[in-house]
């Protein structure tokens, strides 16, 4: 099964600093990478993904990841944090298909991002 | 914009007790599911379905099962409520065909606590 894996349970940034939100994965063929954002009491948003192409894929909210095959990483990126920034980070890879052409994503254990004005 | 729904935001029920959650999508979506996330472990499947009527255990269907009679609506249901199965209930759905978005849309979530 494909799976992925985020090291960090909490990341602290200053706001205004660039920031990285660490992601790696394990895929048998071509992974399909995906970024999505909790804030509190909410459910998941979708931020971006990566499905094949640049390596450098832009999203939401002025966020970014970059695709690195060799390392197996996609790293959340964005330059200039902003306290609205925080929330919770979780990455996610395309399962195996299922029936009928469907797949189901697997998640990371998610990141918490704070960002101190 | 899609919508995805979920009835109640906040549940208390007692142990041993049958509990409904329910979700709502108004796109079409084939495909539904169900997650539940606890810190420290992100989110984890319980059931998916694919389309009306059909449906497919997750990592973690112990102590759950699920009904699609209709396109639109996908309940959880915990049979025997316990305390383990406090959690936050996450819904979600996708379109079966490829579209400019893979993922999921979600829905706000139900925080059920079991006492």
């Known amino acids: 099964a494909q799976s992925v894996a985020q090291p960090e349970d909490q990341v602290n940034v200053a706001e205004g600093n660039p920031l990285t939100v660490k992601c790696t994965y394990s895929?048998?063929?071509?992974?399909?990478l995906f970024w999505y954002v909790q804030y509190p009491n909410r459910g998941l948003q979708f931020l971006l993904k990566?499905?094949?192409?640049?390596?450098l894929v832009k999203g939401s909210y002025g966020f970014e990841a970059e695709f690195n095959k060799s390392q197996t990483s996609f790293h959340l990126k964005k330059p200039s944090a902003l306290v609205s920034d925080s929330a919770l980070y979780f990455c996610a890879v395309r399962d195996t298909y299922s029936g009928a052409g469907s797949y189901q994503l697997t998640f990371g254990k998610g990141t918490k991002l704070s960002v101190i004005p | 914009d899609v919508k995805v729904t979920q009835s109640s935001r906040y549940l208390v029920k007692r142990t041993g007790e049958k509990v409904f959650l329910e979700c709502v999508q108004d796109m079409d979506h084939e495909n539904m599911f169900w997650y539940r996330q606890d810190p420290g472990l992100g989110l984890r499947l319980i059931y998916f379905s694919y389309d009306v009527k059909m449906k497919e255990k997750g990592d973690i269907p112990e102590g759950y099962s699920v009904s699609r009679e209709k396109k639109e609506r996908f309940s959880l249901i915990l049979e025997s409520a316990s305390t383990n199965q406090t959690s936050m209930y996450l819904c979600?759905?996708?379109?079966?065909?490829?579209?400019?978005?893979?993922?999921?849309?979600f829905g706000s979530g139900t925080r059920l606590t079991v006492v």
């Open positions: 895929v048998s063929g071509n992974p399909y």
């Open positions: 990566y499905i094949t192409g640049d390596n």
């Open positions: 979600a759905s996708r379109p079966l065909r490829n579209g400019a978005n893979y993922g999921y849309t």
